[in-house]
Every structure is written in structure tokens, then in C-alpha cells.
């Protein structure tokens, strides 16, 4: 399936219910904050002082003001593809930049497709994916491109919903994917592990978040009927730390 702003560019746009959703309390909190504060945990090793973060998929920035608090960038590169959320991700910036715990970062934003970003190569200390892969039929090809703009030994932080979430039958009622290109989690830490990257298992987390199971939201779980056990659930989200090897 296409995108309809651009038949040239191979990913599949959000409902209207999911832009909204970007906006809400629970995506900032519950979804983006807790991603950045795992993945952060899974970094191997000091990062560059003052490190630059490409946000690819970057939507309405709202993930900027949580990066530059947690990384203290020197600079930020939001890319996306929906200009309704550039223009709020420009919006996001500009607050950034204008809060005295952000104003030291400084923060851009592109329109571009994940699998042909507008960045030099080895141009970037930290790739960030939050959530975007399940939106992108050229998989590889952007993977090969977050390993390009890394400079050697830059890392991706990945967070990524599997298909045992993305296929259900919430997801699919309020949401829109392309679900050919749907992958587990074992899929995704494989593709990435391919593409160029390494990491150990301490750089991996399987975060079982109530939001993410949709059958019942975690309520069996929250009641004390029942607790799915890591090796005996089908993964619901991924989160990965990995290195770009030479």
C-alpha cells in the first residue's frame, strides 16, 4: 500500500485517529518517555559529549523536548514524511529552543523519506527510530540508511512494535499499516543484526507494556489471574541498542 501524498515514497500514512493519538497525554508518557528512558539503559559505554540525534520518523516532535533532556545533544535532525507534522514538529522545536532546559540543543527539521534520508554520510552520533518501522515497506533499504549517516561506532536506538500488536484486532480497527512487512521481535533484532549493527543481549529489552497487549490490556495480569511469562508470550514490543560495525 501506498502512501497517498506521494506514490514514490513506500510507506503507509497514519489515520486521523493516530495523528490525533501522537498528541496525548499516554503517547508522551506512557509510550515515548518510557522508550527513551529503556533505551538509554541498554547503551553500552559513555556517549560522544554533546552527541547529534537524527529522529527519524520524528512526527509532531514531541519527542524532541524527552531526547534533548536525556541525551543533551548539540543538535537534533527531526525527519519526516507528513508535512501536517512537520509543521507541528517545527512548532515543537521552536518551543525547545525557547525553554531554558532545551535552549543549548539545536533543533532541525526535514521533510524526507526514511529510505533516502537528506544527511551526509556519517553524519550523526545517535539514530533514533521510535515506532516508525511498522509505517515503512522499505525496511532494509532505510536500515541501510540510518547505518550510512552513523559515524563508526554510532549507535541506532530502536523501539518497534511487533506483529503480534500491530496485527491485532484493536490496531487494525484505529490504525493503518502495512502489514506484509510486519515483523516478531527475533525479526526485527535478525534484520537489524544483518543490516550492519551489533549488540548483546543486555542491549536488547522485551518490554511487555499493558498499552501493547491488546487482548486484554494487562487487566488478567493487574487482577492476579495470570502473568505470561518471557519464552512462553509472543513479544509484543522490541527495544535495541545496537552499535554500527565497520
Excluded at 537524527?54 to 508535512?83: M, N, T, W, Y
Aim: hydrophobic share 40%.
Amino acid at each position: 500500500m501506498q502512501n497517498t501524498e506521494s506514490s514514490s515514497v513506500p510507506f503507509v500514512s497514519e489515520t486521523a485517529f493516530g495523528v490525533w493519538f501522537l498528541r496525548t497525554h499516554t503517547w508522551e508518557h506512557h509510550v515515548l518517555r518510557v522508550a527513551i528512558n529503556d533505551l538509554k539503559g541498554l547503551i553500552d559505554g559513555p556517549l560522544p559529549v554533546r552527541p547529534t540525534i537524527v529522529d527519524v520518523g520524528c512526527g509532531q516532535g514531541i519527542s524532541f523536548r524527552l531526547l534533548a533532556k536525556a541525551f543533551a545533544p548539540r543538535r537534533i535532525v527531526g525527519i519526516d514524511f507528513h508535512e501536517p507534522s512537520i509543521a507541528l514538529a517545527t512548532q515543537a522545536a521552536h518551543a525547545c529552543e525557547s525553554d531554558p532546559d532545551t535552549a543549548a540543543t539545536r533543533i532541525e527539521v526535514l521533510h524526507g523519506d526514511c529510505a533516502n534520508l537528506p544527511l551526509g554520510d556519517a553524519s550523526a552520533d545517535i539514530v533514533f527510530c521510535h515506532q516508525t518501522f511498522h509505517h515503512l515497506v522499505e525496511q532494509e533499504r532505510a536500515l541501510a540508511e540510518f547505518r550510512r549517516v552513523l559515524k563508526p561506532g554510532g549507535v541506532l536506538l530502536f523501539a518497534e512494535s511487533t506483529d503480534a500488536y500491530i496485527k491485532s484486532w484493536v490496531i487494525r480497527l484505529l490504525f493503518r499499516h502495512p502489514m506484509h512487512v510486519q515483523k516478531s521481535a527475533d525479526g526485527y533484532l535478525d534484520m537489524i543484526r544483518h543490516g550492519g549493527f551489533s549488540f548483546a543481549n543486555h542491549n536488547v529489552s522485551l518490554p511487555y507494556l499493558w498499552w501493547s497487549r491488546a487482548k486484554d490490556f494487562g487487566l488478567l495480569e493487574r487482577i492476579g489471574i495470570y502473568t505470561p511469562k518471557p519464552g512462553k508470550r509472543r513479544e509484543t514490543l522490541v527495544n535495541v541498542a545496537a552499535v554500527k560495525t565497520d
